[in-house]
């Protein structure tokens, strides 16, 4: 399995029975796979401190009905993983608009 923004990179490789190495550490055994799964990452502007950026950014979320599957977050930046159905994603123009005013969306 590799990271699609890191082709190149080696991977983990996933195996049917339990994998552990010389270290002790242990490595999967299985994957999940959900679809429509949408990707946004978020890189504050500095305008706002990072609890005003994080309450804007899930104040948006909210007023659209989304919600995350999956979020990693840091003082400056944001990457969340999110299931839209067919409505949400043709709302995802006017969510990534309000979005963008707090920092640059990918």
Do not use: C, W
């Amino acid at each position: 399995m590799n990271n699609f923004f890191f082709l190149s990179s080696k991977g983990t490789l996933i195996q049917t029975k339990e994998n552990i190495d010389e270290k002790g550490v242990k490595y999967p055994t299985a994957a999940t796979v959900k679809p429509n799964v949408t990707v946004i990452d978020i890189t504050s502007n500095r305008k706002s401190l990072a609890h005003g950026f994080l309450a804007t950014i899930f104040t948006v979320l909210n007023k659209h009905g989304i919600a995350l599957d999956l979020i990693s977050t840091s003082e400056v930046s944001i990457s969340m993983a999110v299931s839209l159905n067919e409505k949400e994603t043709q709302k995802l123009p006017t969510i990534v608009k309000e979005l963008e005013t707090v920092g640059k969306v990918n």
